[in-house]
């Protein structure tokens, strides 16, 4: 598998200094499981799970996706473990107290967020990697690293932090356009949040126009990381079944299974549409 | 009057400019930023006399009625409970312990630090970034990572590393503390199950991880078994040597 990322570690050199020549040069290696520097104290040959990454704004249809590919998954005999973000323990709740003020400011938040990340890595997607499980995570670094990065923080800086990720085994980009987010995210809550819409950004008074610049924004910078780390870009706006027909197809191919037929049950019918 | 130029580490752009990778040559690490404030940083591992002799500096220029305001590491209230949960239930781990003390470095730059200093203060800062790299190293994680993770951080004016002896300094501590914390012991490192010298031997690591700073970042070393106001008169000395302190004098109607 091409690995468009190789070179990411060192990329992130201090300072946002450019990667020196001689690290290109390097014999080729196989591509390690982390950006750069791996996590202190993890063994690779011990993870033997494996890590789904979907990514995709809001109202792409992400979290739809992982309730029904974790059902799929499971009636195939995987055990699965998800992740996503604001739900480790140490900060989850604290992010969601901090969003709740307007005081917060971005390398903060950033900061925040990266530590929600780690804590979630360390404390349940490695002891899930090392038990053989499957990962789903709804949302990973990158949504975390587009954020930051159109509020101005830079792109080397944000991927310095996130180098001691573990590099997803696939990245699923589900892809819509802000005009169609905006019809989901809108119909689910009758409104649109504050952050959602980026209005700590002072993009536009109305908030649909806010809404849209800031998904484009963001949109923009997904398509810079998708070229450097590699997504798999799907169509967001097909329907609920044809995108899990999809992404059902890489994952058993990644993990050898030749069985993708799937049907909802009855619990999770009404997401098939 | 002698414009001060202040530096950061790096670029912090705003949207809509394009950042500073693409646009500057390759070889601008460091981006120079002008405001009006001047920083002075004292560092050192604990009971070096770093804290007292910042003290005697604040009240010297308060008495004086310069523009100054004095800050402090782990003051932030917006990630206190955040760090107060992960100390109580020792739930972190070095990256982790690094990534929330950042985080709430980062509060107090950008909410406390750089507007003083653009708003022309000489603001006294007891710890600062190298309190990070000396401790977080110590606890494994890699130095390089580390400088990347703080170079938001505007570069001091003057450091002031103020080093006593591990053992003068230990003895400061452990006589003055009925218990010494958990993670300020270093016990999640499990170096030993005694927490006296498991503090020992954690706050040796952090000393040589500041002493290999000392040319690097500029550090002005200060013995801190010299007598109290003797070291105080240096200290005096010097900040009036670095700093234009007539900037930060009071106005005169």
């Known amino acids: 598998m091409t690995r468009p990322d190789k070179n990411d570690g060192s990329r992130a050199a201090p300072n946002g200094r450019p990667a020196r020549e001689s690290r290109k040069k390097a014999r080729p290696e196989p591509p390690s499981r982390f950006y750069g520097t791996p996590l202190p104290g993890v063994k690779l040959e011990e993870l033997s799970g494996t890590l789904f990454v979907l990514e995709g704004t809001d109202g792409s249809g992400r979290s739809t996706q992982i309730s029904l590919l974790t059902e799929w998954l499971e009636s195939e005999g995987f055990a699965v473990q998800t992740m996503g973000l604001r739900r480790s323990f140490l900060v989850g709740e604290d992010i969601d107290a901090l969003m709740a003020e307007n005081s917060v400011t971005r390398t903060t938040l950033s900061l925040m967020y990266s530590t929600d990340f780690f804590d979630q890595l360390e404390r349940r997607i490695l002891p899930a990697l090392r038990s053989g499980l499957i990962v789903l995570a709804d949302r990973y670094i990158f949504t975390l690293i587009a954020r930051s990065a159109v509020r101005g923080i830079g792109r080397d800086y944000l991927h310095g932090i996130y180098e001691m990720a573990l590099r997803p ?94 049907q909802p049950s009855h619990a999770l019918s009404h997401l098939w549409r | 009057m002698r414009l001060h130029l202040g530096e950061f580490h790096m670029a912090i752009t705003f949207p809509n400019i394009p950042a500073a990778e693409e646009t500057a040559p390759a070889k601008t690490a460091v981006i120079k930023r002008q405001y009006p404030g001047a920083l002075v940083v004292v560092e050192g591992i604990d009971g070096s006399g770093k804290s007292t002799q910042l003290y005697l500096l604040k009240r010297w220029l308060e008495i004086g009625g310069y523009r100054i305001h004095f800050t402090e590491w782990n003051s932030s209230p917006l990630v206190k409970s955040a760090t107060r949960r992960g100390k109580q239930r020792r739930l972190l781990t070095p990256i982790t312990f690094s990534l929330l003390h950042a985080a709430d470095f980062a509060d107090r730059c950008e909410r406390q630090i750089l507007p003083l200093l653009h708003g022309g203060y000489l603001v006294l800062a007891d710890r600062y970034i190298y309190t990070a790299f000396a401790r977080d190293a110590a606890r494994g994680c890699a130095p390089r990572w580390l400088r990347n993770l703080y170079s938001f951080a505007p570069v001091p004016d003057i450091t002031f590393y103020f080093r006593a002896p591990l053992d003068v300094a230990v003895n400061r501590i452990v006589a003055g503390r009925p218990k010494l914390k958990y993670y300020e012991a270093g016990m999640d490192l499990g170096i030993s199950l005694d927490r006296a010298e498991s503090f020992r031997i954690f706050q040796e690591r952090i000393l040589s991880n500041y002493d290999q700073m000392i040319e690097t970042d500029n550090f002005i070393l200060m013995d801190g078994t010299v007598r109290v106001n003797k070291l105080q008169k240096l200290m005096r000395q010097i900040v009036g040597e670095r700093i234009d302190l007539g900037q930060f004098a009071p106005k005169k109607k």
């Open chain 1, 169 to 262: 085994d696939l990245t699923f980009w589900l892809n819509v356009r802000p005009e169609v987010a905006f019809d989901r995210e809108f119909k689910k809550a009758q409104t649109i949040s504050y952050w959602e819409s980026g209005r700590d950004m002072s993009l536009s008074n109305d908030l649909f126009q806010s809404f849209i610049r800031y998904q484009s924004l963001i949109k923009r910078e997904f398509e810079y990381l998708s070229k450097r780390h590699g997504f798999i870009e799907l169509d967001g706006e097909g329907s609920v079944s044809e995108v899990n027909r999809v992404l059902r197809k890489r994952i058993a191919s990644h993990l050898g299974i030749r069985s993708t037929h799937y």
